[in-house]
Structure formats: C-alpha cells, structure tokens
C-alpha cells in the first residue's frame, strides 16, 4: 500500500476523531437540521478520501448519520456486565425418529415386489414385501433412538429407498433422503401424510420414480408431538402435498452443487501417528510432517481431494461436485481437512456450512441461490500438541468449541440448476475441456498413492457415465483469471492484562503466563519455523503458488524487524488470595503487562462492520426488552411507552443502515455472496422496519405488551441469523494460560467483537474495553465449577492505519514503560511492554448478602446447605452456611477493607472491577458442592460524593447451562477517605459470631402479612430410607415464620388431613418482587418421636396466591334474554331461511348445539325432542355444505358448487340405494367417526389452532351418509336431504342423516380445563440432587405430592374481629372426608405404540391400577399391532381419597419371559372428582332417552342445573314455558315436544337444562366451563424414557359417586366386527392384449394369455385362468369364475385381512387396507418366466365405471380422477363391462368382467364354484381351432402352424414329388423296360 494514500487515510481519521471529540456529550437526534446535515456531509467526503485504501464498503459516515443508535458520547471503558460465566457444554439429548411408511404410488416398474427400507446412520429397518402392485399399502410404523447432540444428530441423513425385493439383491427403484434437521424445524417437528418424491441416484435424468407417503418425526426430550388427525381422502392430490418443507416449490429441479477447494494454509505441521514422531526423532525437523486431503460430504454423499504429500500449504485447484435437487432437503456441507497416515487417517478440522446462510429463500429478485467465496473458513480444533496421543481429537471431528487455530482454506460453493436433466453445461464443459489434457499427469502422481486415489482415477477416466448419477465427482479446475491474488493488509493485536485472579491452585505453583494469538501469530509454544524470505518474494510478484498466503513463521521474524512481537506475558509466580486457599492470583498492581501482534489477513474488514452493526442492533433490542420485563412487574403504562420508544429507536437504526447500504461501495474485492447478504441485511431490516412501525402506529388496535414483546423477540432472533457471516476474515483470538510453559485453560473471542472501526457503530462491541474472561479447560469439562482463571484484558485488534488510536480508550493516568529495543518502525506509537498506573486509591468493599431462591438441591435430602464465596481482586469472602434450605435467607454483610485499586478515581467509580459470587453446598465431609454461580458489578462512592445506600436485586445464577435460581444482594464499593474508615457511613453492629447483618437501611421495608393454608392431603408418597410413609406432617415456611399441618395418623386409611385449614402471620416486604419463597416440607414421624424428611417443594413466586378481592358486579335488574334457537341462525355463516312446515321424521331424529356461531360446522336447529321425534324449526338451504369454513367470503362461492352438484346427484341417488353398510346401525363408533372427521375439518380450516375453533361450546353433530333405508323411504329421505338438512357433502349418493359428536381433545383433559386445579394445588415433593446436567433423574426426585392451597393478603388491624370468621380459602372447598365412587373406564384405541418386540411390532394389552386394585385384561391382547383399537370398557369400585390415582399402563404381552410395559399414564381422579369443571361424568351435546347418544349421566340435566345454583347461591333456575332463567341470564329454547302424532305433546326441560349447562361459562360471576362428552388423548411414558412418548391412548372416565342413584348400564364401544363378503368375479373376454411371442417360422404374433387376480393383502389366494394359447388378435375367451372372500369394515371402508407374517410367527396379525382388486394379464411361457403385459388395479369402494363395449374402453377410464366416474361396488352388487389394462402407463389391452358381491351369509346359501365348476358352472368358452399348446398336441401344432399357412405350397411340393418319383422311376425303369422289350419282343 504507498504511503501517502495511507497517510490520507489517517488524518481522515483524526480529523473525525476530532469531530466526535468536539461532540461529546451531544447526542444529534434531530438528523434533518439543516446545518449538521451539511456539516456532515462535508466530513463524509473527507472520510470516503481516506477510505479507498481498501476499506470504502461498508463504512458508515460519521457518529452524525447513526444518532438512531447509542449515543456517541465517551466510550465505556468496560464491557457490558454478562452474569453467565459459561455455556456449559452441549449436552447428549436422547431423540426419537418416528417414521410411518404409509404407501406408495406410481411407482415405476412392472410387476414389481416393492419393499421400503429405511436407513438413518448405520441404523436400517425395513417393512415388509408387497406383492405384484406399483401401489402398495404398508402402513408400518418405525422408531429410532439417538442420544447425542442436537448439531450432530441433525445432520444425519434419513435415507428412504423402495427397492424391488429379489431373492438374490434386490433392485433400487428409487429414494428419497431429508437430514433430520429440516425435520426437526418443521411445525410439530414433524412431516405429516407427506408424500416423498423418489428418484434414482444413479440416474437423474429419468425423474420421478414414484412416491411413498410417510410420516416423519424427530422428538428430543419434552418436545410435545401435536396429534395430526390424518385425511382420509382417498385421492387426494400428491403434488400439493408433497414432503418438502413450507415455502419450498412442489417441482424441484435437479442441480450441481460445486464446491472449490483452492488452497490450505498454516495447517499444523506435525504427523501425529507414532511412524512418523519416530521420523521426526531421527530425521530433524526438516519438512512438514503433513500430508493433507479434503474430504466435503453434503446429502449422505462425499467426495475427497488428492493427498499433497508433506506440505502445510497445500494447493489442490480441484472441486467436488454434487447433484442434488434443489432446494435440497439437507442443510448443512460439511468439510473436513485430513492428514493421510501411514497406519490411519487423522482429522485436522472441521467446518459446517448451513446452505440458509449462504442462500435466500425469497421468491422473486430477492432470492439467490447458495454461493460462497472464493473466501478463506478458519479451522479450529484441539491445541497442537506433539504428544503421540492427541486427546482432543473429538475437537478435530467438529465435537464441541475449538480452542485452536488450525490453518485456514480456501473455497467456494456455487449451484448451477439443471434445466433438462443433467446435460453438461458451460460451466462444466470448459472444466473438462482444462482438464483432460492434466489427467495424464494426474495418474503419473498417483501411481505413487494408489490406495488414496484408486477411486477418483476411476471416476475421472469416464466423466460422462457419471454425469448422470448423483455420485460426487471430484476433477481438477483451473484458476480463472478473475480470482486474483488478494491483498493481505497489517492488522494489530494489542493486548493488555489488568487482573489475572482465581487461578486455579492445581497450576498455583509454578510460573504463570499468559499467550494471545490471533491465528497462528504470536502462537509461541507449537515451535513453528521462521520463513522470513517470504516477503521479498511476494512484492517480486510471483505466481501465488509459490508465495503460499500466511507463513507460519512470522511469529519472530516478522516482516519488520524493527518492531519486535510480544505475545506473551512475562512469566509470574502466582500469590495465594486473602480468603481462599483455592485461588491464586497474579500481582498486576501498577503494571499491567501488555502483549502486540502484527498479522496478515485479507482486506475484507466491511464482513466484521456490518456483523456488528446488526450485533449492535440486536443487542440494543434485547437490553429493552430485558428493561421492558422490570418494568411490566411495576406498571403498564411506562412499559408500554418504553416498548414504544425500543421500536421508535429500531426504527431509526433501520432506515440508517439501509441508507449506508445503498451507498456504491468503491472497488472492493467482494465475492457475490458479500453483495447479496448486503442486499438481504437490507432487505430483511426494511421489511422488519415497515412491521415495527406497524406495531407503533397500530396502538390504536392495542397489541398487548406481551404480543409487542414476542414480536421484538423475533426481530432479535432474525437480526442474530444475519449477525453471522460464513465467510471468515480475521481469526477468533485466543487467550492461553501457559504454567510452566504448558497450556491449561483458555478463552475464545470472536474477531468482530475486538475490532476496529472509526465509526462506533462498526465497531466491536469489547473492542477497546476492559473485559472480563474465565478461562476454562480444553474439551469435555467436568461439571461443577470450571473457571481455571479469570483475566481482565483490555483488547483492541484493527488495522494498522488506525494504530495510532490503540491507547485511546484505555483507563486513564497510565505511563507506558517501552521495551529498550525497539528502534522506530513505521508506526507511530511502539508497543509498550507494560502500562504503569502510578496512582492508587484505598477501597472498603461491602457485600450485603440477603437472600437466594431457586437454588439446586445438592444433598441426598433433596436440600442444600448453601453457602456463598465472593471474590473481589484478590480478596475472598465466605458468607455463614444455612442449613438444609433451597432459599437461604443469610441478612449478611461481608466487610472487605484496605482494597486497593490503580489508576483514576473518577473511572474506577464509572468501570469497578467485577465482583464473582459462588453458590456452594456444604458437606461434612469431602469437598463442598458447586451449586451456581453470577457476576455482578459493585456500586462505587467516591470519598467525595454523597452516600445514598444501594437497592437490592436479583442477580440470576446459573450452574452450567442450569439456571440456578437468583441471589438478592447488593454490592458497594466505598472509597477510604484520608482521614481513615472511621469516616465511612456506619454498620449495624455484628452479632455475637461477628457476623454482621445487613444495614437496615438496605433490607427491605416490611409489613404484615397473613398466610393462609389449605391443606388437604398427601398422595402417592413412595417409600424413603426403606420405610414406607405412614404419620406423614407438613410444615410451611416463609420468611422464618411458619405453621404446621395436623399429623395424618395413617396414611393408608386416609391421606387427608384432619385439620383443613391453618394461618400464620408473617411480615413480607412492601415490593412484591422481593417476596421470599415459601417452602413446603413433609416429614414422616416414625417411632421413639423420631423425624424423618420425606421431600420439599419450593415456591418461588408467590405473586399467585395473593388474595385479590373480587369486584362485585352491581345487581342489576337488567335480564339478558338468551335465545338458544335463534343463536345458530343468527350466526353470521347462516343465511336468514324461511322457517318451514315441521314434519315427522321417521327414523333417527338428532339435535344441535346452539350459539355455536364460530364452529366451523354450520348446524340447522332441529327442535329438540324427547323422543325419536325431529321437528326442525327452519330449514337450511342444502346449498351449504356442512363445511364451509367460518368466513362470510368463502360462502358464495361454496354455495354455488354444492347447488350445481347436488342437482346432478339426486338422479343418480335413487340407483345406489343399497349401501356397502346394510345392516350398519349407527352406534357409537359412528359418533367417534364423525367426530374424528370434524376435527379433521376444524383442523384443516384453521391450522395454527390446536384446539376447535370455538372452544366454548363445539357443534352438536355432524353428518354421517348411510343409505340403508329400503326403496319405499327413499323419496322421502332424498327430499329431506335438501330441504330439511344439507348433505354432509354434495355428491355423497344416498341421505343424510346427522351424528351427534363427541369433543375430541388432542392432549388430556388436565391441559384443557388446568389441571382442574381451580380448587387445590398439587405440589410436587422433591427429594435428592439435582445437580446432575440432564434432567433424567427429574422424575426419581419426585417422591410424592401435597395437595393444598395458599392465600395471602395484608393483614387486617383489626384481627380480632376476623379471627371468628371463616378462612378466606376455605370459600367453595369441599368436605374430605371420604367418599365412594363407581368409576367407569373407556379405553377406546392406542396409537404409535412404541415397538416392544425385536420384529418392530408389539402385542398390546391393557392393564389399570386403582390403589390396590389391579385389573389384567391379558386375555384381550392384540396380537402385532401398534395402533390396537381396544374398544374396552372397566368397572372399579373406589374410595376417594384412598384410591385416587388412576394408573393406565399398556403392556406387551410376550409368550415366552415377562411381559413388556410400553407406556403409562396417571390420571388423578380426586381433582377431576371435586374439580368445579364438573368432570365427574362429561355433558352430552343433546339429550336423549335411549338409542346410541342416550343420557349417561346418573342425573338428568335439571337436577345438575338445581345442584349447581343451590351450590353457587344463584337464585333459580325458574322454569317457565319456552325458557329457563339462572340468576339474571334467562335462556329460551323449546320445551314442548310431540312424541307422536296421535299422542298428547309432553312438556319436557332437560333439553334447555342441558343447552343452559353447556353455556355455564357465560352466567355472570360464577360461571365456568363444564367438561362436555369428550375423548381425551394422553400420551403414554415409560420411566427408562423420561420424557419421550411412547405412544398415546384414547380413552375417557366417568365417575358416580354411590350416594346418587346408579347410573345406566355402560355405553358398549366395543369395535366393529368386520363383515363377511365374497367377491365373484367371472373374465368372461379380452381384447387387444398385446402381443409378445414371434412365430419362428411364420414371423406371425401370438400370445398365450391368461387373467391373474388377486385381492391386496390376501396375495395367498391369488387365482388364474386358464390359458388361451395362440392368440393372435389379442382376443381371448374364459368363462372362468374367480372367488375371493374377505372381511370389510363398512364404517371405514377398510379391509380387515389377520395372516400370519412368517412360518414363526405364532397368532395372526390384523391389518387395515384399503380393498382393492389387482388383475393382471400374462403372456404364458413354456421354458422360460411369464411376460407381464398389464394389469388393472380397482379400489372396491372407489369402482371405475365399466365400458359398455371394447370400443369405447380406454386408459382415461382408470386414471380420471373425478368421483362422477366412480362407483361403489358395495352399493351396485353387480357390476358388467369392460376395463382396460395398463403397463408403464400404456393400455396393453381390455378385460371383459362381470364382478359380483355378495355378504358371506348369501354366499352360503348360494354357493358358486370356482373356475367352470358347479355349483352354478360356467360352460366353456368357445376358442378358436388355433388356441392350444404346442407341447400337448404337436399335431394339432403342426396343422395349424404349417399346413394352413403352406397349404398351397404343400400340395404344389406334393404334385412335384409325385412328379420327380414318377420322372425317377421312369428313367430307372426305362432302360429295363427297352430291353426287356427288346428281349422279350424279340
């Protein structure tokens, strides 16, 4: 770089340095003044002057433009305060993969056996083999257990292959791989009835394989898996459904992946296998002991670079290219640089790339695809060590923080989409045209390293039989001109350390040092070999290869040798600290050791200005909102405002960085990717900016502080996914701590936050500031207390144009003291070895140590004995240990005095030093236990300023990665005036341990409280000490005062205690948020008058229980009048309809919910009835469907379709009458059906809820079609179809009738209504540590439960005259005494059970636990399955409280050793039993006398209504006709009701009563929702897999108590029994089969045919036709009857098949699929296999309509999609006509069939035989005279093959031989005959 163009650069800079100095306090808000605008600009020019020097991108003009950030007033001279001192480790995590293979689809191939195997890792499963179809249907379900970390297990890759199974290999037809990352970020974290597009790697060019619809789940511990309700939709479209994540296009196009790998530098050069040390003894140190390759994997493939023998700076030019579609599945390129060993491989480093950080997923000109570079990525790893062993190689592989500089690598990533397949394209083409003439030499060097390159030399040698597959290619690439050389610029590093304490004693005693390096500069110890002839060479301009960019050695001989490099500290001998054996400390009182480094690095120093900016940004955020948190606990309004401001700020910041974007950089050297992340920054900020404003000026529509506050969250977390720039430039520094020359601890600081910028916003945010860092050991840390040492250091790292401002924000009032040596380089400050500070100031520290909460329990009790150890400098204090508390209250003040600190008063007071805190627990013996830790930073009084006694607060405490609870303290830092410590404000005096307590004056202002406590009982105590819990007491404490709970006599009789209700006084502070736990603890009396402790539980908050009075509502005389009729029609989707006649209904009536406006099922409003008598009060227009969502928009557009539709249907329904469900009655499985399918719509319709849409009350029924009336209803029922109810969809044939539903809840009962804790709380008892990192021993330290309440409020003056009344919580509190229940257990089905047996199948069975009632129901197994429909319902008799938790287990039952558990839930009965919810028995939606919906309650609606407002002193419910009022709300609804036409009408309330219950939330006052009829889905754990589901059970519990009349018999939900069928079919004919044979003489085509058939599934009772031998139209005549039995579930139109799965298995298992007929033609082969020429697959239920002639049959038939063409052979019962068969999607012919259905009882009656046999036999079918086999009948064959093609031929041949014989015989006669003559005529 020349000179003056330098030198402008620096007096720009000084010239600005003086402007911000000029400005100092001044923040500029108002931007748009006229004059600071021109003032501004000015300076722009000047700054853009000195910038060309290569540092013009992204530099912000002045402190002016960014006023919208922090003010440009004096730099902080420390860093921002972080109370974490560690990320503790990444932790292991267990994970569960899930997959269901549901089926597939097209898939491509003839005849195929397809099999799905799915592989994760090493890991394979796979389901089993479906014969002869391109559509099988599996539905298996598999799961996967990982433990590891999130990153790693993330980038495993789930591979999917369907393969076509062989007996020898089997065949890829295609595959299918997404990492498991994509999964996990999913919604739900999971893939749901997706369909995964399959292709074969081997081959892109062919496209789509076919598609296989699979479920896919990945679930860490705790995560909860949302319950999909799947679509039943049979064809529903795959390509809009396809398994990619939400915003990817449904075509993706193939592309190439490029990834360049150009050069490596600096790599470590030492060989770490044992060969090579033993070389290294013998040889010198003479070459580099590497010998690198690269190895990149991305999608489950790799690729790896040639090996470059014995060289740290190697050069490869050679790119790696993947083919994968785009956008891919999988996100992260992983690349890892190898050395090549003589005995083994050894990693170097490791680098992941995320594709989302290099690429934008925006559509439009916003979006780019993936690029990178050419850019350097830094390597990081394990320290270079020679020892032989390296024992943090795991650092190597990527596992875990790096904590050294490992070289650095050039690459670059570029995609290119492939338009049509895989040609070559441009870029590829002139690649290989570089590279064919290179590969010659290639193969010369590789002869030497064979085992390395056999394969690449392989792969290279045919690049185009490759470029097709999706193998990666790796070839050489030559350097295209335009990637220049970069310029590498002098950057310094310059260090200075201010305090180096708690060192840990291990190191203490010997010399301690301390290394900063950036890179490999000023890397000392690893001994790396001047190079100093490197600069020369580079200002010679030669070839890069020769001037490799970075060299090792410039460690001493730096480029100038003036100017000498010190990067370490001189060596000290540590000190003991005051206070703590366990400390060390370095004695840096005046001097403070400095540390100077000069780099080289490329120019690209806009990367770390712009990560800071947004770093800056970001931070800015979080801190308001941290503020915006405080401030909500006090008030509202002052959050709101700041929140305001926060967003006003952003804003600003926004528009400033996106006016500096816009700005031309000047010639930089960016790669693409820098210009378009600049261009994303931007645009992601203007987006987020527009969305901020939004927020603001929308008050007026008033989000809540909350919603504001989550929405700036997600502002945070975008900024901070754009704060991280893949492309690196400057190297993380790194701190070392050498003892003894060894290294033992270290921090890692990123570049960006220690560097330079003349514009503070660039700047980093500790550049420049003293900071505090703890030092930890190198790879996997112990748990506990890992800080090896804590340093102070100031840092400042830039360029070194601006070194002249290195000093400038250091504390002042130092002098430099300058090394002798140092001559005078160009710089114009040398680097001083050591800064002195000549002043000092005497300090006295106080810390006034009040309280913790939170804390973890480190002892066996489940306690702790905390203690506190606080540091300052190098002084210790230890607090006085608490014993066995979770929340110490230890009112102590620790004195420390004669501190003493250097350097300026006025900046010590601005910047203390820090003050750590340890949390301990106390053992007796052996070493106290680390329980947390927090940093906080004292409150300074200089002697000359005002005392004002400092606030307490929170300082949060954090053990690893564990919060550990909070400490309330406060720290102050009092300056010692001249005239002694006498002078300081006084203490209180210390007690009798001289211990002093904490000044009045900073202790909270208090003032009486009164607590009450509920108690009520003790449950599920397990044994502790051995003994179980028998005299169980409670104790409550808070802030020293407490009561104690009578003592239970016996716990097996009755764990409810005998006293409810017991209160203390107690005095709390004024300020809410400085309340003290309150802690819970049984204890056990056991005998003697012994105490043992059975657990604790801790409440930390006690913001819940405080009593605020109700504010009555003011008695009105005003009745709201509730029209539960006119509720529906009112609602806004139903359009006013003309009321109509009421006529008789006559079979089923049902009945509707009112007000249910926001349901998404629209109801009409039947009048309610008492008997089977449906009396609608309007009639809806059929046009709407029973699905229009809720929206007024959607409507019109619905109501013309289904109008269209139900017209065109009405014909056809007459035709269909009988239905495939004859006999089906409705039942209750009907009513599950329906319901299902409801929630499935609610669902569908508004997703992102994951309950209904109306939670309040859910629509009363929904439509079911059956069609099972006989032909003289049918005229009746269609009109009702349209004129009294609507069809549940428009083109259902058949009528409609309504099911009433059930709510369906997708989690259980507890999480709707809260744990029905509205009456008493539970609180969890916890016993034993909790220090351990993974929370798996969580649910071991519960060992029982208290269940009780609180109530606190400010006691009254005047407590006499409360202490008569009745306590405050006893309000609304049941007797507990004991109580008989009759409980009632529903187990309807379980789903995703967790695989018990090694076949991936379990045998599951129920089992319920009820105190010591146990019932087995072993007997009731299902054999394999893992979604058993149980269908079970259990009686128990129980005694509350005794027997109160209710315990579900689903067990495997096994024939051989102990059945398995899979799972189990707990449902605690009391608390539903007492709970106000009512959840003893659910509220039906209607009421009914009998039939499937009949009343189940014990009571009837109006005794329920009776109890509930005597209970709740409501005056009602009066009854008058028509309506029912409860306190002011009066409800009117129907209560006449005709039960017959002829009978008198009957007055009846129990409908009204019900609809008044069902809407009991909104009775003023009192209300409260009541539990509904309801199916609630708990998920199944198994304690081995703590918080992993293990699957999820559908059940429901009734409850009755025995003092009420008895309830009705059970509801019967046992499962369908599948019906019997027989399916007929007879192939009467084929036409136009191609054909396949070639006669050998004639050339003529023929084929043999013959019909297969089969039902999926029942593959063992496949039947065939005889053959019809020569055909040679393609006609083929059969007369051949096929005969298939099966069973069928009308209900879910499913076939039930139960076969075994192998000759092993014992029973049979049961599966569900769709029935579907497959029949096949074939062309028969004597010698060798059959041909297939087609097949013709049919779904039972979804029957193509036949062709009424050959002609008029073709492949549209089949393939058309629309249900007009379909038909349900269940309903038509004889179906004849012809059909076409297809291959690989041509029509290879026509069948002609007739298929007939009979149910099994008629198929015995009337038997039919199969093939032409009797009973009823077909004749046989008259084929022509050429139909036969050859081998059977050779002359028959030779007839018809040869004499009547050759007849004339033959008879001609024939006259010819009879001709030649007579010619023949002729001449020889002749002769003889002459003579003969002669003789004899002689």
Known sequence: MEKPKAKKGLFAGIKLKKKKKGEKGLIIENKGAAGEHDESDGLHHEVSGGQEAGEGDFTYDDAASYSGFAPAGPQRKRAKLVPKIHDGEIKSQNYQIAITIIEARQLVGENIDPVVIIEIGDEKKQTTVKEGTNAPFYNEYFVFDFIGPQMHLFDKIIKISVMHNKLIGSLLIGSFKVDLGTVYNQPGHQFCDKWALLTDPADIRTGAKGYLKCDISVVGKGDTIQAIQKASDAEEQIEKNLLIPKGFPSERPWARFYVRIYKAEGLPKMNSSIMANVTKAFMGDSKDLVDPYVVVMFAGQMGRTTVQKNCADPVWHEQIVFKEMFPPLCRRVKIQVWDEGSMNDVALATHFIDLKKISNEQDGDKGFLPTFGPAWINLYGSPRNHSLMDDHQELNEGFGEGVSFRGRLLIEIAVEILSGGAQESKFSKIIKDIKLPSKDKDSKASKGKEKTDKAEDGKSSSPSAKANSTEAEVEPFDVPAEIHEEDSEEFLLFGAFFEATMIDRKVGDKPISFEVSVGNFGNVIDGVSPDTGSKKKRHEGEEEESAPLLHEGEGEASHDVSVPMISTTHPEKPLLTEGNRNYHYLPYDETKPCVYIKSYWGDQTFRLYLSNVLEKMADLLEEGLEEVKDLIKVSETASEEKMNNILYAFISQCRTFIANAEKKPKGMNQTTLDKKRLMMCRQELEAMSSDANGIVQQQKKKMSVDEVMRETQNFVEKIRFLVDEPQHTVPDVFIWMLSNNKRVAYARIPAKDVFYSPTNEQRGKDCGKIKTHFLKLPGKRLPGWNVHAKVDTYLWLGSIKYSHNIMENLPIGHETEVPSTAGTGHHAAPSPANLVYKTQHLFQLRAHMYQARGLIAADSSGLSDPFAKVTFVSHCQTTKIISQTLSPTWNQMLLFNNIVLHGEGKEIAEFPPVIVIELYDDDAVGKSDYIGSTVAAPVVRLADQKYEPPKLSYHPVHCGNLSGGDLLAAFELLQIPDSGPESLPPVDPPDVSQIYPVPANIRPVLSKYRVEVLFWGVRELKKVQLLSVDRPQVLIECAGKGVKSSVIQSVKNNPNFSVQADRFEVELPENELLHPPLSICVVDWRAFGRSTLVGTHTINCLKQYLYKPKELPAPTAKVDVIETDKAALESPQLPASPQSQPYPADHIYVDVEPGSAAVVMQEPVPAKSSAAVAVPTSSLPSALKSTAPSSESAKDGKQKVSRKSTRRSTKRKKRTIADESAENVIDWWSKYDASVEKMKKVKSICPNEGKPANTKSTSGYTALSIEDEPDKKTKKVVQRGQKGRRPKSSNFEGKQCFVVVIQIYDGDLENEFNNFEDWVKTFELFRGKATDEDHSVYEDRIIGKFKGSFCIYKSPDDSSSMDGGQPKILQGIPPNNSVEVLVRVYIVRAYNLSPADPDGMSDPYIVLRLGKTEIKDQANYIPKQLNPVFGRSFEIQATFPKESVLSILIYDHDMVGADDLIGETTIDLENRFYSRHRATCGLQSQYEKKGYNAWRDAIQPTEILNKLCKDNKLPGPYKRPGQIQVGTKVFTGKTIFNEDENEEPVESYEQLALKVLRSWDEIPGVGCKLVPEHIETRPLYHKDKPGMEQGRVQMWVDMFPKDMPLPGPPVDISPRKPKGYELRVIIWNTEDVILEDENIFTGQKSSDIYVKGWLKGLEDDKQE?????????????????????????????????????????????????????????????????????????????????????????????????????????????????????????ELTGKVEAEFHLVTAEEAEKSPVGKARKEPEPLEKPNRPDTSFSWFVNPFKCLYHLIWRNYKKYIIIALILIILMIFLVLFIYTLPGAISRKIVVGS
């Not at 569900?1712 to 097949?1735: H, N, T």
């Not at 039972?1740 to 038939?1757: H, Q, T, V």
């Open 1665 to 1785: 036709t005889d053959v019809h031998y020569n055909s040679l139209t393609g006609e083929g005549n059969f007369n051949w009857r096929f005969v298939f039995p099966f069973h069928y579930l009308p209900a879910e139109k499913q076939m039930v098949v139960s076969k075994k799965e192998n000759i092993f298995s014992l029973e049979k298992t049961e599966r569900k699929m769709p029935a579907v007929l497959v029949l096949q033609v074939w062309d028969f082969e004597r010698l060798s296999s059959d041909d297939f020429l087609g097949s013709l697959e049919m779904k039972l239920n979804e029957f193509p309509r036949a062709a009424k002639s050959a002609k008029s049959c073709d492949i549209g038939m089949v393939t058309a999609t629309s249900k007009e063409n379909r038909i349900s052979i269940f309903q038509q019962k004889r179906v004849r006509g012809w059909w076409p068969f297809i291959k690989a999607g």
